[in-house]
């Protein structure tokens, strides 16, 4: 079962100006994080606290970056995901593909953003929307 939504992620070509926009008087003084390069995941992420959720801002690492086609689509950024939260990511898994959904890669939990294991599942099936689920 889908539990509460974690964060939603945002593409970025410049974090530290997006960041910016978040740090500034536009949003108020949103708690924001600092800028940190995730190699292993081709992407700089900085987190912006909400009392409900976060927004994980995005910027490709790296010349294998996952959000780089996005972004060639989407040049001055976009909403890249939404990530919902579940208890069992395995079961979770299982679930959704029994119902047809499809995993993106080779279907395996990584670990994510949080050191949280971590599936996307494919837009097709949701509406256009990539949907990472982190188990919490
Ligand atoms: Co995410």
Do not use: W
């Not at 953003?113 to 996307?120: E, S």
């Amino acid at each position: 079962m889908l539990g509460r939504l974690n964060h939603v992620a945002i593409a970025v070509p410049d974090i530290e100006a997006a960041a910016s926009v978040y740090r500034g008087t536009f949003v108020m003084g949103a708690k924001v994080s600092k800028a940190v390069p995730q190699p292993d995941h081709g992407v700089t992420t900085v987190f912006v606290e909400l009392a409900n959720t976060k927004i994980e801002l995005l910027e490709p690492l790296g010349d294998k970056s996952p959000i780089a086609n996005f972004l060639k689509k989407n040049p001055s950024g976009g909403i890249h995901h939404v990530c919902y939260e579940v208890e069992d990511i395995y079961a979770a898994r299982d679930q959704m593909v029994a119902q047809g959904a499809t995993i993106t890669g080779d279907g395996q939990p990584k670990m994510g953003a949080h050191g949280k294991p971590v599936i996307f599942l494919h837009p097709k099936d949701f509406n256009g929307t990539l949907i990472e689920l982190e188990q919490v």
